[in-house]
């Protein structure tokens, strides 16, 4: 596994439509691998190996979860509008990154705005809202007003390390996935398909760039690579997990923004069958990929999705398993290789 290239992807910040330094990062590792590439109107880059074949679409989404300044008060506390959807409870005292117009990455430590434990009465409400969330930078008032904009992005602040098998980092939502769609280009042989690949943006907010991606590159098959839930922990029943860690890449059956096509799911399994990749099935009661935007635009496309297992999705400790890992690389660039349109579309 190369670990430095996934640490370097997940530690670089990006929230939607601030996704510059992914961009640049997934940019250079591709060039070498692909015939074209540029930056549309929307921010997502599209890299062309160009083909005879079907025009494939590969789409991994380069956005974090995180957040935008939206006030400084008199005491140099920062109050933030959230950047896609976050639980409360994962969020108090994590230390974040104020990135300023000036390219500083400020630390600070995200705090909730209500009574600590230790001052709360009997009866009195314990529950946390991100709306009582505020940043602490330590610094005066009139240092953070110097520094510090509105509109200013902020990002959790979390290293990427190795866990026994796991990889746990901020981020892996969905950097894994543009990690999987680098490492599976790379290991593609022969193949007469026109690959695509496109680093999408803006996808935590409403799916943004692979729409208007997709609206513009018209492709005959499309690929969306995402995490899913791993609910193989304790208060989770085994009929509800979705998927298990170290179980294999996730073939996806059902999210709610998107039915993948029947024959785009028979091939990824045929194909994991015949080459013993590790898999399993994922169908996933709310939630979505870039496919769910992708198969409606203009007439459409045969989607389908891998799925990287993740554990504790949308915190600052998301966890996958590096064979998980491994097997989606194999199975997207093996059926990158074999995929044939007039076959699944008649099949």
Do not use: W
Not at 22 to 50: F, M, T, W
Not at 274 to 297: C, N, Y
């Amino acid at each position: 596994m190369n670990f430095d290239l996934l640490e370097r992807l997940c530690q670089v910040a990006g929230i939607g439509s601030r996704e510059r330094r992914v961009r640049d990062l997934v940019r250079e590792e591709l060039k070498a691998h692909v015939d074209e590439q540029y930056v549309d109107a929307l921010g997502n880059l599209v890299s062309i190996r160009r083909g005879s074949g079907p025009r494939i679409m590969v789409a991994a989404h380069m956005d974090e979860i995180g957040f935008v300044v939206r006030h400084i008060d008199d005491n140099a506390f920062i109050r933030v509008q959230q950047v896609g959807g976050f639980d409360p409870r994962v969020l108090a005292a994590q230390r974040v990154r104020v990135h300023t117009r000036d390219g500083q990455a400020l630390a600070g430590a995200l705090q909730p705005g209500t009574k600590p434990v230790h001052l709360t009465k009997a009866g009195e409400s314990r529950e946390l809202k991100l709306e009582d969330l505020f940043i602490d930078t330590g610094l005066s008032v009139d240092a953070v007003r110097a520094l510090v904009s509105i509109g200013d992005m902020v990002t959790l602040d979390r290293p990427s390390v190795r866990m026994g098998d796991l990889v746990v980092s901020k981020a892996l939502d969905d950097r894994v996935g543009l990690y999987v769609m680098i490492e599976a280009l790379r290991d593609v042989d022969e193949t007469n398909a026109e690959i695509i690949s496109v680093a999408t943006t803006q996808e935590e907010v409403g799916l943004r760039g692979a729409q208007t991606a997709a609206f513009h590159l018209e492709p005959d098959i499309a690929i969306a690579l995402d995490v899913t839930i791993a609910g193989d922990i304790p208060g989770i029943p085994p009929e509800e997990a979705v998927t298990r860690l170290g179980a294999g890449t996730a073939i996806k059956v059902f999210d709610s923004s998107q039915l993948p096509h029947p024959t785009i799911i028979e091939t990824l399994r045929s194909i994991a069958e015949s080459e013993r990749i590790p898999h399993q099935l994922e169908v996933l009661p709310r939630g979505g990929t870039d496919a769910g935007a992708i198969q409606r635009t203009r007439g459409g496309a045969y989607t389908g999705t891998i799925s990287i297992p993740c554990r504790y999705m949308h915190s600052a400790n998301e966890a996958a398993h590096e064979r998980d890992i491994d097997a989606s690389i194999q199975l997207l660039a093996r059926f990158l290789e074999r995929a044939d349109l007039e076959e699944i579309r008649y099949r």
